[in-house]
Every structure is written in C-alpha cells, then in structure tokens.
C-alpha cells in the first residue's frame, strides 16, 4: 500500500511539473542558436534592454527597446503579451539576465537570453540595423591604430557609461594619466559609442583594459583592476 500510495504521488508530481514548467530547459543561447531562434518563430518579441542611445547605433531588426534602467521598465512590459515568446538582450548579458528573471517572475512564459549580448553577436558578425539618426563613432579603426603606435605605453579602457566598474576604476586611471604622463597615455572608449572597434578587438565584456607598446599588445585584462596591478605593468 505504501509503495503504491509513494508512486502515485511521484507520478502526479510528475503530471503537475509537465504542466507547469513550460520554459525550455536551455534559454540562455550563443548568438547563432539565438539568430536560429529568431528565425523559427514567427510571433516573438525581440526585446533589447539597454539605453535609446545604444539602441539607436546599432540593434536586432525588429527589436523593441524598453530600457531596463528606466523606472518605467516594470510598466512598459505589461504591454507586453506573456504568451508569446521573448527574446531578450542587453550588451553583454548582464541587464538582459535582470530583465530576463523579472519577465519570469511577472507571468512571461517563455523567455530567451542572448549569451554575451550585442559584443558577442557583433564578434560573430551577425547583421544588426540602426536609426538614420544614430550617433556614429568617435575613433576610427585607423585612429585607433595610430593611438597604440607609440613609442612610450599606452593604456587603453574600454568602458560604458552604464558600467559601475568602470565608474568604479575611472579615479585610478585618470590618477595613472597624471602620475605617469612622462611615459603613459591613457585612452578611454566607450564601447557604446564605438561598437567597431569594439568589435575589431573582441571585446567581450566590460571594462577590459589593453597595454600597447609600439602598436603590439603587451598585456590585457577584463573586470576590475586595480591601479597597482596596471602600475605594475610598465614600472
């Protein structure tokens, strides 16, 4: 009786999990299992959750954009319908596994995530689309090259406005710019505003720090890093 009365609710147990759990097993998608994604609904919501301004140089075709910083973000997916599928990203995943978890938690029932976000689908050469308005680059690929072709180091920051790391390392580095300006140059690009170059170095995550010397690069580094550790690069 016991073993029959233990299976039985081993077995409904197993009939109210098949119900209820409809969120695919693997929802967190490379890029290309992401675009594949993309292409085999035909009702999705492409939803891309970073700033007006990132969406505008560059984003997903057909994707709408409600900014996970934005205190209206909770509001504005309500007018979302649930039933349909989401795919959401952000630049490199952080935000979008914010959204993502906040989607789920407010009744969206199925919800993909695009793994290392808009830096691994530009890697990856995937197509994207922007505003006729949006802001274009600030350093070309050739600017770029020149910058790093120096004689003396140079230290370069890619950041993002929105990164609290790099709020968090920009003291150090401006610190290192005067203190060793006789043989530093300090660089900073906002990956946002640069997505090419961003992508020409395989950027992957932020902040990365890169130290050139005569245009080769000696030394590289992603997530915080203190200013010791960059100091004790070129003493």
């Not at 993909?112 to 976000?117: A, K, R």
Request: proline fraction near 4%; glycine fraction near 6%; charge should be negative.
């Amino acid at each position: 009786m016991n073993n029959l009365f233990s299976s039985t609710i081993l077995g409904l147990a197993l009939i109210i999990s098949s119900c209820t759990n409809s969120q695919p097993s693997e929802t967190n998608l490379d890029p290309k299992d992401y675009a594949n994604k993309i292409e085999e609904f035909t009702d999705e919501t492409i939803l891309d959750v970073r700033t007006p301004g990132e969406f505008n140089e560059g984003h997903i075709e057909g994707a709408i954009n409600i900014n996970w910083n934005s205190p209206s973000f909770a509001q504005e997916i309500q007018k979302l319908d649930k039933n349909k599928p989401v795919m959401v990203y952000c630049l490199s995943g952080g935000r979008s596994s914010s959204a993502a978890s906040k989607l789920k938690k407010e009744g969206f029932t199925t919800v993909y995530e695009l793994n290392g976000g808009m830096m691994q689908w530009r890697n990856q050469k995937l197509p994207e689309t922007e505003h006729s308005s949006a802001k274009k680059e600030e350093i070309s690929i050739e600017g770029f090259k020149k910058l790093v072709q120096s004689e003396d180091y140079v230290l370069v920051d890619f950041y993002a406005e929105w990164c609290g790391p790099c709020k968090k390392m920009k003291p150090s580095l401006d610190e290192i710019s005067t203190e060793y300006a006789a043989h530093v140059t300090v660089i900073r690009i906002d990956v946002d505003k640069n997505p090419t170059i961003a992508k020409e170095m395989n950027i992957e995550g932020l902040p990365t720090i890169h130290l050139y010397k005569k245009n080769a690069l000696i030394w590289q580094k992603l997530g915080f890093v203190s200013k010791e550790e960059m100091v004790e690069q070129f003493k």
